[in-house]
C-alpha cells in the first residue's frame, strides 16, 4: 500500500538529494565548502533531517514574530542555523567556510527540496 507523503517526499528521498546536492556543491565551490567524502555528505544529510525534524520546528514557533515581519526571509536564516549546527555536529570533515556560504547552501537546498 503506498501512503502519500503531503510534503511531496519522503525523508530519505530528501536525505538523498541533500546527500548528493551536499557532494556536488562541495566539488563546485571547493575552496567555501568541504566534505570530506561521500559517507560524511550522506551522514550529514541524515544528521540535518533529524535536526529539521526535532529542533526546525521549535526554531520556527520561536521565530514566527520575526519571520512574519520579514515577509519569510528570516525562515532561510533558520535553515542555514540549521546547516551550521550539522557542520559543528560533523566535525572537521563537514564545513563552511562563512555564513554567507551556509546561507547560499542552504538557498539552494530549500529550492530543490521543493
Do not use: C, D
Not at 556543491?25 to 541524515?46: H, R
Not at 515577509?71 to 563552511?96: K, P
Amino acid at each position: 500500500m503506498f501512503v502519500f507523503n503531503s510534503n511531496g517526499l519522503g525523508f530519505w528521498q530528501r536525505i538523498l538529494i541533500n546527500g548528493l546536492i551536499f557532494l556536488a556543491l562541495a566539488g563546485l565551490m571547493p575552496e567555501y565548502f568541504y566534505v570530506a567524502n561521500v559517507l560524511v555528505a550522506f551522514v550529514a544529510a541524515l544528521i540535518l533531517g533529524i535536526l529539521n525534524a526535532f529542533v526546525k520546528p521549535f526554531l520556527v514557533l520561536l521565530s514566527l514574530p520575526i519571520t512574519f515581519l520579514t515577509l519569510g526571509i528570516f525562515y532561510f536564516i533558520i535553515n542555514a542555523f540549521m546547516l551550521e549546527l550539522t557542520s559543528s555536529l560533523m566535525g572537521s570533515r563537514f564545513h563552511f567556510s562563512s555564513f554567507g556560504v551556509t546561507f547560499l547552501v542552504a538557498l539552494i537546498i530549500s529550492g530543490v527540496n521543493l
